[in-house]
């Protein structure tokens, strides 16, 4: 398969980066791992006139704890999310994720930045980002940007990121208490429902719950009436049960396909979610703290 | 003295295979590695649409692009090239190879560029403004055969390919029917089961697409065609008759062929354009399927529709099985697509001693990419028929399947067997196959593993298929090119061999296997041979690999080219040691006398004296090289027996495989390894039918399963770790006694993993579910929703 024509750059730092991409006034697209946008590109649903590449920016990937939060760089490719010693021990469900991703292939090549920009409906990052509460850090033209993971995801592949503004990072704090549980679609691996699931539990008791959804609308989104059953809950499995049933509750458009119809996507979001609500419940057990926070991390690359 | 070390028979031994190493290592040649001077590249404009008529193409854009050397639209086209020739005996619509007036399929060839480079071709191709008069299409098989919505071909009423072919109890060869016997036996039923069965469309998905390069020398007059096909031979014949050549003046040549599975014995339009184009222009072009491509311009496999009735007695005795069988053939007959469905009808006896069968068959064109063989052929969907049938047998009857089917079985002493539809069995012993496979499964014990799992509420369940399969393709009276294979074996001047095999190995590994024959016939190292194929320049014949055909009928005829060489040989090798002929024995690379192991020449001696005879020994021509053509008496028919064992989420529905138990009786074998190897693929790819693999069209007639993204191949993580048991009947067809074992694995694993999950469901009342096993449709079997 053959794309259109196209220039390509390599740019060396994320202000050239930033750079190439203005001046391209609209026609260029970054390109980091290429698994999203290459196969667009193949079918000519994307024509991008030029493409930069930003995969060997200088610290745009790589992970590092910073005063008691997580940063993973956008460039950083799922199979290193999923190896990394830091996320395995501080916060698991994203090394977790990223090892349900695809195949080793389009692990060692598609990125957390990438995927949170494409924005596909049924990727896996999303719902960890949700749940985790992220902050996405974003630069361009006019400088630095933080936005929500809660307010990143607006449509289908729509996210809040102006043309010229480029991730940097995702920030969190690490919560071991989590878990992702995923229905994959047979031929991409893709989520039919992807639900991951944050507790943050003191005294036997969730304080607080963050619940993120994937593939089954137009976008991630945040499972509130789960968040809200659980809150004040007692750690038991009646609970989870219990707030589980009401995942489906307020879930307007749901998506259908050959893979899955509607009614047995529906039925399966308050199954993912138990099981998301289960494995981050045996974690919660498992380790005495639900949120553990810890020193700032010397280990790990810089990139801003 | 010294001796050499004494050389290791080699037949029967698991020799690694010769061509990994240079396919491993990426250093094997396929079409995309053939580069020519001058070469121009092509790229098809494809319909997007299932089917309308072409009022205006306008290439003008196209043709006026730098880099572009020509355009042709399908009318242009068939000003060089004739319709497309089929290989069965049905009457057939004139395809085209590029469409003139009709597009009948998405992916169907509306018009041809030919450029510099792909990229060029490709730009180019989006350039073409093709203007469609948009027509209904014909997706669905029954509907189609009341000619609903439309009728695809006119020449064809309600769309019947094939409006009905007869088989069975009572059909006489001019195909007059008689039902009185199979009317009895439903009469005399007890019980009767009936099912309408689906089994699903396929996409073949070799991992090397299909590919051509032609070139048409002008200067000599002759067409030379890289192609990645599994039968250069039967390329040449038609790419000679569609070019007005001779078959002199084409040479075909096969080069690496990543994978066929059946989808590369067809000759394409690609090749015949490719090869008419450069006769045309007098340049060398070249065409490389991409992925998407081969899921619209590939053939299709399976896509037939049974009916099954079955006719018994309570104590499980079947008195007749009714098979009505309908074959969603696409939009047009390719070389064989009316006789894949025909190999459904000849196999519906199975394994039983079924005293009555009626089988007919009807195909149906819709608008839809044709089908042709895929992986077991017809073969698979008969066995699937008869093995579920007989399993909802079991299931009313209260029996274990494996009980009602050793009640049905043809007894090894039967065999040569004719069953009702008119095959011949070779030779068999089912019982024992049966249970080999429940002696190695534990089929008692997983059933009570199965019990303990369900009393804790897991939902587990096993299945058993038996097989029989028709391999080794066949007397000549079977197939329009002929059923032989040819063999030649040259003993070079320096002693090695050169053997040339008209069987076309694409992963089959007779590389290997030939040259264990060989080096043991003749007592020398497998270093020293070689085994050249898929070049007509070089294979002087051949007919190709197919139909599980290339070691029963082309090992065949090698063994019988070197035993022609061989006894040349010795009167050579006698002349030399003055000892008579029949004294020599060919061991450790030496030609000794008997009893007299001083007295000897070495391979190379003989060779080198062969070829200088000086003084020619009486009666002799100079030289060692022989040929011979094999024409089996008959086919081959291998068995055996599958079990599986599955559990299935009772939250999702989805099937996970827990065990897979393989008994393949494939008569001697050669190579252990191998045949393990084409097993294992076997069983992938019918797990695969049963579990993940499903060609779906839309209403519309749009492929919704058009890329890997949506069209699921089976991953190793899918899999259990095959547990394979052999069983060997040799088969009195050959003198290997070798049946073949390319497509088995696709047999008995489809059933018996769709009977695991039946009998995993049974506490739900289910008594079959179609193929595929998706896990919704399980889930709302699970959840009293409608399967
Ligand atoms: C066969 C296959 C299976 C897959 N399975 C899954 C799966 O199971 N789950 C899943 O979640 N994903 C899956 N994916 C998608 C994969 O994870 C992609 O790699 C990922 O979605 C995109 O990352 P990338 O680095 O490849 O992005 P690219 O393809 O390079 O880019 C994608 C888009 O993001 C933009 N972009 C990239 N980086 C940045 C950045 N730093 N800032 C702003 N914009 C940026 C690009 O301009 C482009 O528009 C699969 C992909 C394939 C090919």
């Known amino acids: ?304 | 003295m010294t001796t050499t070390p004494i050389l290791p028979k080699l037949v029967g031994q698991r020799v690694k295979r010769r061509e990994d190493p240079r396919l491993i290592q990426g250093r094997a040649t396929y079409v995309d590695d053939v580069t020519l001077p001058g070469m121009q590249h092509l790229f098809f404009k494809r319909s997007d649409i299932a089917h309308g008529r072409i009022r205006r193409i306008d290439a003008s854009a196209a043709q006026a692009m730098e880099g572009v050397e020509a355009v042709f639209t399908g009318a242009e086209i068939a000003e060089l090239l004739g319709p497309m020739p089929i290989g069965t005996p049905y009457s057939s619509p004139a395809h085209r190879a590029v469409a003139v007036d009709v597009v009948r399929y998405v992916g169907d060839p509306v018009a041809v560029v030919v450029a510099r480079d792909r990229y060029v071709a490709r730009d180019a191709a989006d350039a073409i403004v093709v203007d469609y008069e948009p027509l209904p299409a014909v997706v669905d098989p029954e509907l189609a055969m009341k000619g609903q919505p439309t009728v695809i071909h006119p020449e064809f009423p309600n769309n019947l390919a094939v409006a009905l072919v007869p088989s069975g109890t009572g059909v006489d060869a001019a195909g007059k029917v008689d039902d009185s016997a199979i009317d009895k036996a439903f009469a005399a039923a007890e019980v009767v089961i009936s099912q309408r069965m689906v089994n699903q469309r396929l996409a073949p998905c070799a991992i090397e697409p299909r590919g051509v390069v032609a070139h048409y020398e002008l200067g000599k007059g002759s067409m030379t065609i890289w192609s990645s096909t599994q039968n250069p031979h039967i390329l040449r014949t038609f790419i000679a008759a569609l070019n007005g050549l001779g078959q002199d003046q084409v040479r075909a040549i096969a080069p690496e062929v990543g994978g066929g599975f059946g989808s590369k014995i067809n000759i394409y339009a690609e090749d015949y354009v490719a090869s008419a184009i450069s006769k045309r222009l007098g340049v060398p072009v070249k065409w490389i399927e991409d992925r998407s491509e081969a899921f619209v311009a590939t053939t299709h496999g399976r896509d037939i529709l049974g009916y099954v009735d079955l006719a018994a007695k309570r104590d499980g005795t079947v008195l007749g099985l009714k098979l009505r069988l309908i074959a969603d053939v696409g939009a047009y007959n390719m070389l064989l697509t009316a006789a894949i469905p025909t190999l459904t009808l000849l196999m519906a006896n199975a394994t039983y001693r079924i005293p009555a069968v009626r089988a007919t068959l009807t195909e149906v064109f819709t608008n839809k990419t044709p089908t042709d063989a895929y992986r077991g052929a017809g073969r698979p969907e008969a066995t699937y028929f008869v093995e579920r049938a007989m399993d909802m047998l079991a299931q009313e009857l209260k029996m274990d399947p494996a009980d009602v089917r050793r009640r049905n079985f043809i007894q090894p002493h039967e065999f040569p067997f004719t069953t009702q539809t008119g095959a011949v069995y070779d030779s068999g012993d089912y019982e024992k196959a049966l249970n080999t496979a429940l002696e190695a499964a534990g089929w008692d014990r997983l059933k009570a593993e199965r019990d303990a799992a369900r009393a804790q509420g897991r939902l587990v369940g096993l299945g058993l298929s038996m097989y029989v399969e028709v391999c080794g393709l066949g007397p000549s009276s079977s197939l329009p090119t002929g059923g032989w294979e040819h063999g030649q074996v040259t003993i070079e001047r320096d002693g090695r061999i050169s053997a040339t095999t008209g069987a076309s190995p694409h992963g089959q590994g007779n590389e290997t296997t030939f040259a264990q024959m060989l080096a043991d016939q003749f007592g020398v190292p497998i270093e020293h041979v070689t085994i050249h194929h898929g070049d007509t320049a070089v294979v002087k014949q051949g007919v190709g690999t197919f139909g599980s055909r290339s070691q029963a009928v082309g090992g065949t005829a090698l063994h019988m080219a070197g035993g022609k060489v061989k006894t040349k040989m010795a009167r050579f090798a006698a002349a030399l040691l003055e000892a008579h002929e029949a004294d020599l024995v060919f061991e450790n690379g030496r030609i000794a006398v008997k009893g007299a192991p001083a007295s000897a020449k070495s391979f190379a001696e003989v060779a080198a004296f062969a070829y200088v005879p000086v003084p020619l020994p009486e009666g002799l021509e100079p030289g060692l090289s022989e040929e011979a053509f094999f024409e089996p008496a008959n086919n081959t028919y291998p068995f055996g027996c599958h079990i599986s064992m599955i559990e299935i989420d009772r939250d999702t529905g989805e099937p996970t495989l827990l065990k897979l138990v393989a008994v393949d009786d494939a008569g001697n074998l050669i190579n252990p390894l191998i045949v393990e190897g084409q097993i294992h693929g076997g069983l992938a790819q019918g797990i695969g039918q049963a579990l993940v693999e499903e060609v779906v069209y839309g209403e519309d007639g749009q492929l919704l399963t058009g890329s890997f993204m949506d069209y699921a191949l089976p991953r190793a993580t899918d899999f259990p770790r095959f547990e394979l048991h052999g069983c060997v009947t040799p088969t009195p067809v050959n003198p290997l006694g070798a049946k073949g074992v390319g497509e088995a694995g696709t047999l008995g694993s489809t059933p018996c993993v769709v009977a695991a999950a039946v009998d995993a469901l049974s506490g739900f009342g289910v008594r079959h579910i179609d193929l595929m096993l998706r896990p919704e449709k399980l889930w709302r079997i699970i959840h009293g929703g409608q399967a």
């Open chain 1, 1 to 304: 398969m053959i794309p259109t024509p196209f220039d390509y750059a390599r740019a060396t730092s994320l202000d050239d980066a930033v750079a190439k991409l203005k001046a391209s006034g609209g026609r260029a697209k970054l390109i980091a791992g290429g698994h999203s946008l290459v196969p667009l590109m193949k079918f000519r649903l994307s024509e991008p006139a030029a493409l930069i590449d930003i995969a060997r920016i200088p610290g745009l990937s790589g992970i590092r704890e910073q005063e008691g939060r997580i940063h993973i760089g956008a460039g950083t490719v799922h199979h290193d999310v999923a190896s990394s010693a830091l996320l395995r021990d501080k916060c698991p469900v994203v090394a977790d994720t990223a090892a349900q991703i695809g195949d080793p292939q389009v692990r060692h090549r598609g990125t957390l930045g990438g995927s949170l920009a494409h924005a596909d409906p049924a990727a896996d990052y999303p719902a960890v980002v949700l749940a985790l509460d992220a902050d996405i850090h974003l630069k361009g033209p006019k400088g630095w940007r933080v936005v929500k993971a809660s307010d990143f995801f607006k449509d289908l592949f729509t996210v809040d990121m102006e043309a010229d503004e480029i991730i940097v990072s995702v920030q969190f704090a690490p919560v071991r208490a989590a878990a992702y549980a995923k229905l994959h679609q047979r031929a991409s691996r893709y989520a039919i429902v992807g639900v991951a699931a944050a507790l943050d539990v003191s005294g036997g008791r969730v304080e607080s719950a963050r619940v993120g959804l994937t593939g089954a609308g137009s976008h991630a989104t945040r499972l509130t009436a789960v968040e809200q059953a659980l809150a004040g809950q007692p750690l038991t499995p009646a609970a989870i049960g219990a707030a589980a049933e009401r995942a489906g509750a307020g879930l307007t458009h749901v998506n259908a396909d050959i893979h899955a119809s509607e009614d047995y996507r529906r039925a399966m979001v308050p199954v993912f979610t138990r099981r998301a609500l289960e494995g981050a419940l045996r974690r919660a057990t498992a380790s005495t703290a639900g949120r553990q926070r810890s020193g700032p991390s010397s280990s790990g690359t810089r990139w801003r």
